[in-house]
């Protein structure tokens, strides 16, 4: 049975069946424990654990500032998004587009004030087909 080795040596399945399950955040607690020891090569454990060291010194900053829960992984979706319709105008969209079911973004954009495709966008999306 092969053991798992540095970057380009080959891992065999029966060695990858046969490992216990271990779970992501206690595979980068591992690693970042042994990171932060002073006689540490972090490139050396990168290639080990397969990891870029840019990965690597992103989970030490975030061991540092949240602790082990700063090793969960972490949404991608953006805090803020500038060019989103605030609430208000989808509200008032929705409730003209329900005031007048037959109408579309044209006689929308009269009433309300705003850029046809993103009527069209809000009616679709949150609206539904009446």
């Given at each position: 049975m092969?053991r798992?080795?540095?970057?380009?040596?080959?891992?065999?399945w029966?060695?990858?069946?046969?490992?216990?399950?271990?779970?992501?955040v206690?595979?980068?607690?591992?690693?970042?424990t042994?990171?932060?020891?002073?006689s540490a090569?972090i490139?050396?454990?990168?290639?080990?654990?397969?990891v870029?060291?840019?990965?690597?010194y992103?989970?030490?900053k975030?061991y540092?500032s949240d602790?082990?829960?700063?090793?969960?992984n972490?949404?991608?979706r953006p805090h803020?998004s500038p060019k989103?319709?605030p609430?208000?105008i989808?509200s008032?969209?929705?409730?003209?587009?329900d005031?007048?079911p037959s109408?579309?973004?044209?006689?929308?954009?009269?009433t309300v004030?705003?850029v046809?495709?993103?009527i069209?966008?809000?009616?679709?999306?949150?609206?539904?087909?009446?």
């Open positions: 092969n798992p080795g540095l970057a380009g040596e080959s891992i065999s029966e060695y990858l069946e046969s490992r216990p399950e271990v779970s992501i206690s595979s980068r607690l591992e690693f970042v042994l990171a932060m020891s002073k090569n490139r050396v454990l990168c290639k080990r654990f397969r870029y060291p840019r990965t690597a992103k989970w030490i975030r540092e602790g082990p829960a700063g090793l969960e972490q949404s991608r803020y989103h319709t609430k208000n989808e008032q969209i929705l409730a003209v587009r005031q007048h109408w579309g973004g044209r006689k929308i954009q009269d004030l705003q046809r495709p993103t069209y966008t809000i009616i679709l999306n949150i609206g539904g087909s009446s």
